[in-house]
């Protein structure tokens, strides 16, 4: 790959993890098959673990790789494929239409300059404080990042870390308060809605 | 890539200073989560569902035991020798403010909780989950109220909304309670990801998120450009807005109000307001106190819209709910005219009304669960009609509790919207305090078509029906308007107890702490 030659190695990794990103990135949005849309975030996800692994932030990659390339979008086949996929999307007919669709481009594109527009605005200089060198908890290879990250969740964020706990607590009550079945004929006779015979499953 | 972490793995352990926790600061979350856990473990282990009430009984005890571990707090905190302090590394700041605002919430869980029993009841739902869930949602407002990390602050909302939204759906047999989950739940989900992204735009701009750190950089620094710091805060204050239902972040409330069972509305209206404007307060007032120039003006935006779409919106309301949801919405207007005073007296506002807002509601909330029918519907205002003779004292508190969230003296609600105008005309807003008056006028309009609608005669009033009212919400009851009454006539106690509740930024001093910049100690 002789034109590969002279750039940076790292400019090289950038621009294909950002292109791999980016693809998977449309994919998932212009996918009409929602198990193909599920398999292109694999792709996205893969890029921006190879933008970690490239920043050195090796322990983040593989977090990355195997929290949400394996389990987070193993989770969503297995919902699509509870829900069926035969059933492929089709959103032309769906609520979708009116100016949604352009609100939607245009608050994304806002959400995307906001950051860009704050980072401008800084002369390229985001970060306001920087640790001092000396700190060990600036990147270096003398600390290797596990026991940088270990460290950070048995002192300064123990308590975050721990009550983190709780959130898991009350999705698992959660899930078994509104997933108890209940027959359709008990519903309530609500006059603010339409009769419950009429509501889709 | 394997092999390095395989090399970190195998490396010898780096030793790690255990954190000081000064357990007595955490007790009143501990015994919040603690006692969920274990209502859940004796619920499943008796085989058959316990006596009822018992799950209502044990709520309220947890909720005060939480409330006694915390007064030795408010002592310690009072005491001038010992003072605030910090714990578990910096993440949480037991001060007068926190304990104050635990108070109040933990007086919204059991109010809730006795206006939870007799409904559950009612509607054959009777079970631990419930009460649980509004446990672990209090214990994530206390975190809040006493976050001293932006972190910190981001779970403990989470952990208050995502148990509020699941108790939003609880009401299975009923359409419009599932669709007030899902519409409570994707839009909270939204704001919680603005959030998320203020806290990490903050990170960005001052390099830590610790509101201590944050606070004391933005005071020793002059930052060049401060847009970051400033996208921020302003997406920060889109979480907390969406939280306390602030215009133009309230679409969700008269819908989510309407739709979600009554009890866990009365919950949503107190206790989560109460810990979204205690967070609010704790980083703008504390934390960036420096760029107080530059949110005031946004707040008094934040807070004409709110009080405006919250009085003016509700006149039009033909449903009970409706009606309180556009009030409570008024009344967040009102508490931001509070925080947009930027002083001290203006948190003391705040906190004065936010704790007789709390019994005000959480007691008109209580009477509606009780007006209403089983399927908990009949919450529009032609089913009011001649509650003076079928239930002549509930009508009468309910009428007093409405007078008092109108501002009426003698109510602790005069005395709430006096110390907030007063804290905006001393901070020189008094666009802003003649605007709150105005608005407060044009809400009475609602809390007296209730009343009238209540108490009036004529041709279209409905026969007589029997309604029944469960002990303990009848306790409710009690407590609230005893508590309403009591403070209207004598505000003193309350506001001197809201006058010593000032927040405080100090670094963590326990000996032993771990040093926050998690500098590890040489290998």
């Known amino acids: 790959m002789h034109f590969l030659e002279g750039l940076a190695p790292e400019l090289v990794v950038f621009v294909l993890a950002g292109l791999v990103c980016i693809v998977g990135a449309l994919g998932v949005v212009l996918n009409a098959n929602p198990v193909h849309a599920a398999l292109s975030l694999v792709a996205t996800l893969f890029g921006v673990a190879v933008l970690f692994l490239a920043q050195e932030a090796n322990f983040l990659a593989a977090v990355q790789i195997i929290v949400y390339a394996g389990a987070i979008v193993v989770l969503f086949l297995f919902v699509l494929m509870l829900l069926g996929i035969d059933r492929a999307e089709d959103l032309s007919v769906d609520a979708l239409g009116g100016g949604q669709r352009l609100a939607a481009c245009i608050l994304g594109v806002g959400i995307l300059a906001l950051p860009l527009l704050a980072f401008a605005s800084t002369g390229g200089e985001a970060t306001g404080a920087r640790p001092p060198a000396t700190a060990a908890n600036a990147i270096t290879k003398t600390t290797p990042d596990i026991a940088q990250l270990g460290e950070s969740l048995f002192t300064t964020y123990l308590f975050a870390f721990e009550v983190t706990s709780v959130l898991l607590v009350i999705a698992v009550v959660g899930a078994v308060v509104l997933a108890r079945k209940v027959k359709r004929a008990d519903y309530v006779e609500d006059p603010l809605t339409s009769p419950p015979s009429e509501v889709p499953t | ?523």
Request: proline share 5%.
């Open chain 2, 1 to 523: 890539m394997l092999a390095s972490l395989w090399q970190q793995l195998s490396d010898s352990p780096v030793p790690i200073d255990s954190v000081d926790l000064a357990w007595a600061g955490l007790a009143p979350v501990m015994i919040l989560i603690g006692g969920a856990l274990l209502i859940l473990a004796v619920d499943s282990l008796v085989p058959r569902r316990l006596r009822p009430g018992s799950y209502a009984l044990a709520t309220v005890l947890l909720a005060a035991g939480a409330m006694v571990a915390a007064v030795p707090l408010w002592q310690r905190v009072q005491d001038a020798e010992r003072g605030p302090f910090a714990t578990a590394a910096g993440a949480i700041m037991v001060d007068g403010f926190s304990v104050f605002a635990t108070f109040v919430i933990l007086s919204a869980v059991i109010l809730a909780a006795l206006s939870f029993d007799g409904w559950l009841r009612r509607e054959e739902m009777d079970g631990a989950e419930p009460y649980v869930l509004m446990l672990l949602s209090a214990s994530g407002g206390v975190m809040m109220a006493s976050a001293n990390d932006l972190i910190v602050m981001f779970l403990g909302l989470e952990i208050l909304s995502i148990a509020v939204y699941v108790l939003a759906a609880m009401h299975l047999r009923k359409i419009t309670s599932q669709e007030a989950g899902v519409k409570y739940f994707v839009l909270g989900a939204f704001s919680s990801a603005f959030f998320l992204y203020g806290i990490a735009l903050i990170y960005g701009g001052t390099g830590s998120t610790n509101l201590v750190r944050i606070a004391t950089y933005l005071s020793a620094t002059v930052l060049g450009d401060s847009g970051l710091v400033l996208a921020g805060l302003a997406l920060l204050l889109v979480g907390f807005g969406f939280k306390v239902a602030a215009a133009p972040f309230h679409f969700w409330a008269p819908d989510v109000y309407q739709g979600a069972p009554t009890p866990s509305v009365a919950w949503m209206a107190s206790g989560v307001k109460v810990a979204g404007f205690a967070g609010l307060l704790r980083v703008f007032y504390l934390a960036f106190s420096t760029y107080r120039l530059d949110w005031q003006p946004v707040i008094f935006v934040l807070a004409v819209l709110t009080m405006l779409v919250g009085s003016v919106l509700a006149v039009v309301q033909t449903d009970v709910k409706r009606m309180l949801a556009y009030s409570s919405i008024n009344h967040a207007g009102f508490i931001l005219v509070a925080v947009q005073a930027a002083t001290a007296a203006g948190v003391q506002a705040a906190l004065f009304y936010l704790a007789a807002y709390t019994f005000m509601v959480a007691g008109s909330f209580g009477v509606i669960a009780v007006v209403s029918r089983k399927g908990d519907i009949g919450t529009s205002l032609d089913d009011y009609r001649g509650l003076s003779r079928d239930r002549p004292v509930v009508a009468f508190a309910f009428a007093l509790l409405l007078l008092a969230q109108a501002g009426v003296p003698l109510t602790s609600g005069f005395f709430a919207k006096f110390y907030v105008i007063t804290a905006a005309i001393e901070a020189g807003s008094s666009t802003l305090a003649i605007i709150a008056m105005i608005t407060a006028v044009i809400s009475s309009y609602v809390y007296l078509r209730i009343i009238v609608a209540m108490y009036g005669a004529g041709d279209d009033v409905p026969a007589p029906r029997t309604i029944p009212l469960p002990a303990a919400a009848g306790l409710a009851l009690v407590i609230s308007l005893t508590v309403t009454m009591s403070v209207g006539v004598f505000p003193g106690t309350l506001a001197s107890l809201a006058e010593r509740a000032t927040p405080v930024l100090i670094p963590e001093s326990d000996p032993g702490a771990v040093d926050p910049s998690g500098v590890p100690p040489g290998p």
